[in-house]
């Protein structure tokens, strides 16, 4: 039993300078830990309610001391004194509280902070490393590490739209340690930088993530230069290091059409050129190819893609078990985006998590455009069996403090990195 002896929360600043939440929780007996939540700003439409004070006055109406307060005045009264067996009683309490169907009445960002801070709480109390005590909540034996997925260039919201699509990301296939990972991503990631300088005559500029964000002429030309990168980097593009590609479509997706290029594409012309992207660059990971609504055309998409790579959905399926159920009844993906933020609590998330590796699909953890300091979504991505993490760049230390964790959990356990790729459903 853990008993919660102090909870309170404080607003601070994420990695865009925009307020944020941050719980504090103490368990009878054991010091207090914290835990920050993140923030999106792609974000798809079904996700749970983030609760901002529409004071535009303060943040342009972005500040957080509602939430704060809710969990000051709401949750603090309601759960100090008493003592939960597990992370479902508490967030099972958390819901009940709420009781909205998206957390809009306390706000998710006040109840996943005070989730997350109670798991950090559990596992402090129990001694033990935080990836184990998310292990110990999903009752799996951690065998291996997440699979890194690392943006390179970025477009779409995270910079300012220059370019349609929103990230590029690098996957070092062949790397067999995190630290190899990072070694070999630093190594395209600087002659990219390089090669755009001289190629749009531009100084450096990085987007929410830190990705490198020049005036691509088109998307197109981002897979092409990322391609071209690699090569110059020494490295040999789909054998060594490879491409994941977040297409985030539901944000140039208007009047049912893909406003993709200088041509709107419809959904049936936007797969056929997702396609041409397989046959032409070396992509593993093909996330949000299409619209978080385009229903109809994911099973399509699926059936055209799916055996040569991961055919992901993050705005698509939000995290959220009912849009799960459905994607997999329908055969819509092979894979889920798993942000913790976008449901609200661990235990949400957890069983988002069990339905997708039920139905044999890979699980991408993955963090926000706006983040942190804090550290425990690299445990999430270890403890919960992660097939990929998404980070974001290797700039900006809200990135670098879960890269970093990541290479002390390898250090620590010497796990190797789950292999790729792994078959398909
Ligand atoms: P976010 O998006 O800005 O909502 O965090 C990141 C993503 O689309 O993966
Ligand atoms: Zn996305």
Redesign the pocket.
């Known amino acids: 039993m853990f008993t919660i002896e102090h909870l309170d929360a404080l607003e601070i600043l994420d990695s865009r300078g925009r307020p944020t939440v941050q719980a504090v929780c103490r368990l009878r007996g054991h010091p207090p830990v914290t835990a920050s939540v ?7 439409a079904a996700e749970a309610h983030e609760l901002r004070d529409q004071d535009p006055g303060r943040y342009r109406g972005l500040g957080c001391r509602r939430a704060v307060e809710n969990i000051r005045s709401v949750i603090q009264p309601a759960v100090v004194g008493r003592a939960f067996s597990e992370q479902a009683a508490l967030d099972e309490r958390l819901i009940e509280l709420d009781g909205t169907p998206d957390k809009s009445r306390l706000g998710a960002n006040a109840v996943l902070a005070v989730s997350i801070a109670f798991a950090r709480a559990a596992a402090r109390a129990d001694g033990i490393p935080l990836y184990a005590h998310f292990a110990r909540m999903a009752g799996i034996e951690v065998r291996t590490l997440p699979r890194l997925t690392i943006n390179l260039f970025s477009g779409g ?2 910079a300012g739209a220059q370019a349609a699509i ?2 590029v990301l690098l996957v070092p296939v062949a790397a067999p340690t995190i630290d190899d990972g990072l070694a070999m991503t630093f190594a395209v990631y600087q002659t990219a930088a390089e090669l755009i300088a001289r190629r749009y005559g531009m100084r450096l500029l990085r987007a ?2 830190g990705g490198l964000a020049p005036d691509f002429p088109g998307s197109e030309a981002m897979l092409a230069d990322a391609v071209e990168a690699m090569r110059l980097a020494g490295l040999q593009p789909g054998r060594e290091i490879a491409l994941a590609v ?1 297409v ?1 479509s539901s944000h140039f997706f208007r009047g049912g059409c893909y406003h993709l290029g200088t041509t709107p594409l419809d959904s049936g012309a936007m797969v056929a050129e997702l396609e041409g992207w397989a046959r032409r660059y070396p992509i593993v990971s093909l ?2 190819g299409l619209a978080e609504d385009d229903w109809s055309h994911w099973p399509r998409l699926t059936e055209r893609l799916g055996s040569r790579l991961l055919v992901l959905g ?2 698509f399926l939000c995290t959220n078990p009912d849009r799960l159920r459905r994607a997999i009844a329908a055969r819509a993906a092979t894979a889920l ?1 798993l ?1 913790v933020n976008q449901i609200g609590t661990l235990t949400e998330a957890l069983a988002a998590c069990q339905l997708g590796r039920q139905a044999g699909w890979q699980v991408t953890i ?5 983040e942190t300091e804090d550290d425990w979504l690299a445990d999430l991505a270890v403890g919960w069996a992660g097939d990929q993490i ?1 980070i974001g760049s290797i700039t900006q230390s809200e990135r670098l403090a879960k890269y970093n964790r990541l290479l002390a959990i390898e250090r620590e356990t010497g796990l190797p990195v789950v292999d790729w790729p792994k078959a398909g459903p």
Not at 366 to 370: D, E, K, M, T, V
């Open positions: 993140p923030s999106g700003a792609s974000t798809g919201k995270h929103q990230d929410d993530e977040d985030a996330e949000d993050d705005d985006l942000k993955s963090a926000r455009s706006g998404k």
